[in-house]
Every structure is written in structure tokens, then in C-alpha cells.
T-cell receptor, first 116, second 110 residues
């Protein structure tokens, strides 16, 4: 089956620091990866769509300079939360769509970010 | 109106019960629908896609009603392990973007 990994699974950082989260598709090529954020007791909210070799497309209200996305290869996308603040504390989940396949998305295990 | 709406629950049911969840969507042009299951503090996992003709996978049955713009999930013979949050997902037409409902929480009681 399709496997997506994320690293790290959990991170605690001080306010003002930057945190990088990696999302990898382990056994397939993913032209498109998605980044979501989930606050407690809420559903997943799409932050941005990441396409290999091009700039990410951000959803309304998501600051592109704060959440830097890089999709340098067909198996890796990274999300960097810059100058993190406590309100950025959340569960960040990526997903990947197989190249030239159905619209099914496969989700990574998520990264729990806590900003002190 | 939210794009995808679900009753948040919780639904507390005894083992062996049958339980049904509904989900409504606002965009009549939507074509792809899914049910995902999410356990506490974990990622969503695909339970089943929802097809126009309805589909069944073991104890789970999904139905689509385009006229009324809702999809449903029926779980028969509930197990303790079915306790989770069930997320209704609709793909935005013309894109590969998913819109998630807020989820319906199910607790199956012994």
C-alpha cells in the first residue's frame, strides 16, 4: 500500500524559532502533496498544495512567508514554520497523491508542534 | 453554510448496534466523496470511497444522494474497535483538494 512518512513526529520549540517538517512518499511518486493543520477538536484545514518543481498554492488566510513549502522532488515536500509562536501549536499533517492516478490522498502520521 | 457539514456527535452505541452518519455538502458540482476514520491524535485513514451506486465493504455501507447532496455511512454490528471520529470528505471540483467535515465521533460501548 501507499506509505507516507513525516518527520519529526513531535517537536517542542521556543517562540521565535523555525521548525522544518518533512513529508516523504516512501513507495510511490507524488506529483502533489498537501499540507493540513488540525487544532484540537477541529477538523483538518488545508493550508497549501505543493507541486513538485513549482511554487506552492496557499489557501486563503495562510501566510506564505510564515509557512514555507518546498517540494524539491517527487517524494519529498517540506514545511517550515518560521518564527513560530504559541498560536502555531497544532497537529500538522501532510498527504500525497500518486502521480497520474486517482484522487485518493494518502496521509502521513502527522507532526505535533508545541511552541512554548 | 459550511461546504461540508456533519453532526459532531458523540454517538454512544452498544456493541452490536447499527449506526448511521450523514454528511451534507454544498457544492452540487462535487464528484468525489470519501469517508475517513481518524483515531485520537492520529492521521486520517481512508475507510471507503463513495460511489454513485452506493458501495459496501463488510460491515460498512456508503450511500450517495446527489439530489439532496448528502452522503451516508452505515456501520452494522458495531465493534469496540469502531470507536473513532469519522470524517466526511468531498473533493473540490476541478482540483484535487479535499474539504473535510468536522467529523462525527462514535463511541461503541461494551
Amino acid at each position: 500500500g501507499a506509505v507516507v512518512s513525516q518527520h519529526p513526529s513531535r517537536v517542542i520549540c521556543k517562540s521565535g524559532t523555525s521548525v522544518k517538517i518533512e513529508c516523504r512518499s516512501l513507495d510511490f511518486q507524488a506529483t502533489t502533496m498537501f499540507w493540513y493543520r488540525q487544532f484540537p477538536k477541529q477538523s483538518l484545514m488545508l493550508m497549501a498544495t505543493s507541486n513538485e518543481g513549482s511554487k506552492a498554492t496557499y489557501e486563503q488566510g495562510v501566510e506564505k512567508d510564515k509557512f514555507l513549502i518546498n517540494h524539491a522532488s517527487l517524494t519529498l515536500s517540506t514545511l517550515t514554520v518560521t518564527s513560530a509562536h504559541p498560536e502555531d501549536s497544532s497537529f500538522y499533517i501532510c498527504s500525497a497523491r500518486r502521480t497520474a492516478s486517482t484522487d485518493t490522498q494518502y496521509f502521513g502520521p502527522g507532526t505535533r508542534l508545541t511552541v512554548l | 453554510r459550511k461546504e461540508v457539514e456533519q453532526d459532531p456527535g458523540p454517538f454512544n452505541v452498544p456493541e452490536g448496534a447499527t449506526v448511521a452518519f450523514n454528511c451534507t455538502y454544498s457544492n452540487s458540482a462535487s464528484q468525489s466523496f470519501f469517508w475517513y476514520r481518524q483515531d485520537c491524535r492520529k492521521e486520517p485513514k481512508l475507510l471507503m470511497s463513495v460511489y454513485s451506486s452506493g458501495n459496501e465493504d463488510g460491515r460498512f455501507t456508503a450511500q450517495l444522494n446527489r439530489a439532496s447532496q448528502y452522503i451516508s455511512l452505515l456501520i452494522r454490528d458495531s465493534k469496540l474497535s469502531d470507536s473513532a471520529t469519522y470524517l466526511c470528505v468531498v473533493r473540490t471540483p476541478g482540483t484535487y483538494k479535499y474539504i473535510f467535515g468536522t467529523g462525527t465521533r462514535l463511541k461503541v460501548l461494551a
